[in-house]
């Protein structure tokens, strides 16, 4: 699919799971545990939900001709159509949605979800990267 292209109805959908379920965790917990608590309520939250979710997935680097360990690692690759990278920070930077658009493309996947569960308000810690 080209990259203008919206996104499948199957992936928006997944990706409307993953942001309510995260809300869900953040409601209950809020500000100030663990990036790997979030990341391993959110997990459970998404399997009950029926969805299929891998964590700390490791991403190779294709290079020369071989295929390279990178030491990357997506936090969760959900129904293997969205990335999710979990934060815990006082301060998202551009680096954060520098990393999500390399997962992305090393990946060939075209949606990622950044979820920095460090706010006050939920909606403040969302962003959609799309490739």
Not at 22 to 37: D, N
Not at 67 to 80: A, K
Not at 111 to 119: A, D, E, R, T, W
Request: aromatic share 8%; hydrophobic share 45%.
């Amino acid at each position: 699919m080209p990259i203008g292209d919206t996104l499948p109805p199957e992936t928006e959908r997944v990706a409307t799971e993953i942001v309510d379920a995260a809300y869900q965790v953040f409601r209950h917990f809020g500000p100030g545990i663990l990036e790997s608590a979030y990341e391993t309520c959110l997990a459970h939250l998404l399997r009950k939900r029926g969805l299929r979710v891998e964590r700390q997935v490791e991403v190779p680097l294709h290079f020369d001709g071989v295929i390279l360990e990178s030491g990357f690692r997506i936090d969760l690759l959900v129904d293997d159509c969205v990335i999710v990278e979990l934060k815990a920070v006082e301060k998202m930077i551009p680096l954060y949605d520098a990393q999500v658009l390399t997962y992305l493309k090393l990946t060939g996947k075209r949606l990622g979800i950044l979820i920095n569960f460090n706010v006050t308000v939920f909606k403040e810690g969302i962003k959609r990267i799309v490739r």
